[in-house]
């Protein structure tokens, strides 16, 4: 079992920043990958970043290329979302999931153990 905690989320200010963090503990092995989902209200969960969890290979949504940064400290167990440029229509509840795996996965199927989520809301 591994267990997944988020926290950083906030109100923002549109054009400003906030960074996420997901701490993992339980059976966190280095073939797992992790990655950084949010779901709107009315909306799908959609997958926004993505991590190999002993590689430096990452993946991002389209949505956020050039403003978001995901990134881990495996002797923390702790995985980042570097949140930049900030948008109204990236308020969301945002999850962090892990899969067993080196691939990214993009869909929330793949993932097996997710976070509780953490509330970001930018405001314009």
């Known amino acids: 079992q591994v267990q997944l905690v988020e926290s950083g989320g906030g109100l923002v200010q549109a054009g400003g920043s906030l960074r996420l963090s997901c701490a993992a503990s339980?059976?966190?092995?280095?073939?797992?990958?992790m990655a950084w989902f949010r779901q709107a209200p009315g909306k799908e969960r959609e997958f926004v970043a993505g991590?190999?969890?002993?590689?430096?290979?990452?993946s991002y949504a389209d949505s956020v290329k050039g403003r978001f940064s995901i990134s881990r400290d495996n002797a923390k167990n702790t995985v980042y979302l570097q949140m930049s440029s900030l948008k109204p229509e990236d308020t969301a509840v945002y999850y962090c999931?892990?899969?067993?795996?080196?691939?990214?996965?993009?869909?929330?199927?793949?993932?097996?153990?997710w976070g509780q989520g953490t509330q970001v809301t930018v405001s314009s």
């Open positions: 339980g059976r966190t092995e280095s073939n797992y990958a």
């Open positions: 991590i190999r969890w002993s590689g430096s290979m990452t």
């Open positions: 999931a892990t899969r067993r795996g080196i691939v990214i996965h993009t869909t929330t199927g793949d993932y097996a153990y």
